[in-house]
C-alpha cells in the first residue's frame, strides 16, 4: 500500500504563490501516476493536476493552465504543486493521489489518498 502526506498548505494574498508537497512512503512510487485534486466547501472534489509515474507526460484542468505546474522527485518519494497567481477561486483543500494513469481525472481512478492541506487565498 501507498501512504500519502499533503503538506505545504496556508493562507496567502490574490496573486501570491504556494508549494504543495506529497510525501509517499511507498517502495514503488515510480509506478504510481500521481494526481491533485481539490475540494472547496459546499463542491465535490475536482480533479487539478496529474503526472506520469516517469514524470514525462502530464495533465491539468483547464482553470489552472499556465499558472500551476506539477512535478515528482521519484529519488525522494514526492511529488510537488507549484501554485502561481493564485485567486480566491483556488481555494479548497488539497489532496494527492496515487493511481494508475496520468491521465485519469475522475477522484474515483485513484486507489490511494493523503489527508489534505488546506489553502485559502484572500481577496
Known amino acids: 500500500q501507498v501512504q500519502l502526506v499533503e503538506s505545504g498548505g496556508g493562507l496567502v494574498q490574490a496573486g501570491g504563490s504556494l508549494r504543495l508537497s506529497c510525501a509517499a512512503s511507498?517502495?514503488?512510487?515510480?509506478?504510481?501516476?500521481m494526481g491533485w485534486f481539490r475540494q472547496a466547501p459546499g463542491k465535490e472534489r475536482e480533479f487539478v493536476a496529474a503526472?506520469?509515474?516517469?514524470?514525462?507526460?502530464?495533465n491539468y484542468v483547464d482553470s489552472v493552465k499556465g499558472r500551476f505546474t506539477i512535478s515528482r522527485d521519484n529519488a525522494k518519494n514526492t511529488v510537488h504543486l507549484q501554485m502561481n497567481s493564485l485567486k480566491p477561486e483556488d481555494t479548497a483543500v488539497y489532496y494527492c493521489?496515487?493511481?494508475?494513469?496520468?491521465?485519469?481525472?475522475?477522484?474515483?481512478?485513484?486507489?490511494?489518498w493523503g489527508q489534505g492541506t488546506q489553502v485559502t487565498v484572500s481577496s
Open positions: 511507498g517502495r514503488t512510487f515510480s509506478s504510481y501516476a
Open positions: 503526472i506520469s509515474g516517469s514524470g514525462g507526460s502530464t
Open positions: 493521489a496515487a493511481g494508475r494513469n496520468y491521465y485519469y481525472t475522475k477522484d474515483t481512478q485513484y486507489a490511494y
